[in-house]
């Protein structure tokens, strides 16, 4: 099977802008996770989605969001940037089936913000 | 809410058997994770323990102590491949990660 696949993998952006990110679950897999990950917070959970529902969520404002479709694939947004966003995005997928909770992470998406 | 703690970083010598200590509070428990990351690459899943005891895969074992909120890594047996990041989680749909354990192996 196919891993899980983020685009973009690079993204330079202006503070203010806005930004969509994108993530391919592996097949089979309904829960898509994302997490941010920076120097000096680590990993944070930002949100869950199961069948195109935000089941989960983190501490992350409002200008967070995200969505799923009935593919399982997952898009994020992240609107007004700001210099502290920059971060690697991370996308999980899960295997409900298990019981274990292994996440199977993407490669990422390094956001910069300047 | 849930914290894990980790130590930051640590150094042991090529050969030599590493344990990465994790002690974690949560108001709901399922199960201890751990995970690795190599600098630019993406968290890889180690093992699980939702037990308690000791779980073994190949030169990596996990322990878990329920009672007293700890468990840790094992890594035996070091090799060079194995410097990176080790995390360790709880959660099933929404994960919290410890703040990471730089392993550094020197020759």
């Known amino acids: 099977k196919a891993g899980v696949t983020q685009t973009p993998r690079y993204l330079i952006k202006t503070r203010g802008q806005q930004v969509t990110l994108s993530c391919s679950p592996i097949?089979?897999?309904?829960?898509v996770s994302w997490y941010q990950q920076t120097p000096g917070q680590g990993l944070q959970f930002l949100f869950e989605y199961f069948s195109e529902t935000q089941r989960n969520k983190g501490n992350f404002p409002g200008r967070f969001s995200g969505r799923q479709f009935s593919n399982s694939r997952s898009e994020m947004n992240v609107s007004t940037l700001e210099l502290g966003d920059s971060a690697l995005y991370l996308c999980a997928s899960l295997d409900s089936g298990t019981g274990s909770g292994e996440q199977y992470f993407g490669p990422g998406t390094r956001l910069t913000v300047t | 809410g849930q914290s894990l703690e980790q130590p930051s970083e640590v150094t042991a010598v090529e050969g030599a058997i590493v344990q990465i200590n994790c002690t974690y509070q949560?108001?709901?428990?399922?199960?201890l994770s751990w995970y690795q990351q190599h600098d630019g690459g993406a968290p890889t899943f180690l093992s699980y323990n939702a037990l308690d005891g000791l779980e073994e895969t190949g030169r990596f074992s996990s322990f878990l102590s329920r009672s007293d909120s700890y468990g840790y890594l094992l890594l035996q047996e070091l090799q060079m491949k194995d410097s990176a990041s080790y995390f360790c989680?709880?959660?099933?749909?929404?994960?919290?990660f410890g703040t990471g354990t730089k392993l550094q192996v020197i020759p």
């Open positions: 949560t108001s709901g428990f399922y199960g």
């Open positions: 097949s089979g897999h309904r829960s």
């Open positions: 989680a709880v959660g099933y749909q929404k994960v919290t």
